[in-house]
């Protein structure tokens, strides 16, 4: 009865040994340097009460690849993914020193392509457009409180002049993370603007 034990304890014991604990092989997912300004917003720094702060985003079905001299085509690698997503913040300073996440209703949101949902930040769901080929995602934010203001795409990165950009597709499909460059951000990451 012993040596029965001892077999099932070798048995498991060799299981969780060839057990694959590398999340990224797990899951396949693919790491891509993107271009600059796939995602972009109008570097415009003084809005009124009642204006809108739009973020787009308009990702290529084919796009280089560093090194090689074919596109990528990350609608066919990702296994034709319909949508990639990303996020961002938009903060309102409090104080001297303190700035707080500013949300409103999915419903204020002014959607022209794509979705969005708002919470902690805005998750932003680029949709795939089979005519053009692209990724596409146009939202606007209402700016509904004078203040000072900034918007962030660092929430769910540590890159501080980049935004990730995610593939959602079935789980036997590779996942495209694409890294995209973003202008108007300072050495923070950060973009100021004023409401007035």
Not at 41 to 52: A, I, L, W
């Amino acid at each position: 009865m012993k040596k029965l034990s001892y077999i099932a304890l070798l048995l498991v014991a060799a299981l969780f040994t060839n057990c694959d604990t590398n999340d990224d092989t797990f899951y396949k997912t693919i790491y891509v340097e993107g271009g600059n300004n796939i995602v972009t917003f109008q570097p415009q720094t003084t809005y009124n009460v009642g204006d809108y702060l739009y973020v787009k985003a308009d990702l290529a079905r084919y796009i280089p690849e560093p090194g090689e001299s074919s596109l990528l085509d990350i609608y066919k690698t990702t296994g034709n993914a319909p949508i990639f997503v990303f996020s961002y913040v938009i903060e309102r300073k409090i104080n001297a020193t303190d700035w707080e996440v500013v949300t409103v209703n999915d419903n204020q949101l002014d959607i022209n392509d794509g979705e969005a949902q708002n919470g902690a930040y805005v998750y932003a769901i680029c949709e795939y457009d089979s005519t053009s080929e692209y990724y596409r995602y146009d939202v606007g934010f209402p700016l509904l409180t004078a203040g000072e203001y900034r918007l962030t795409f660092g929430y769910n990165s540590s890159s501080t002049n980049s935004v990730e950009l995610v593939s959602q597709n079935s789980p036997k499909n590779l996942i495209v993370n694409l890294n995209a460059a973003v202008s108007n951000l300072d050495s923070g990451g950060y973009f100021y603007f004023n409401v007035n």
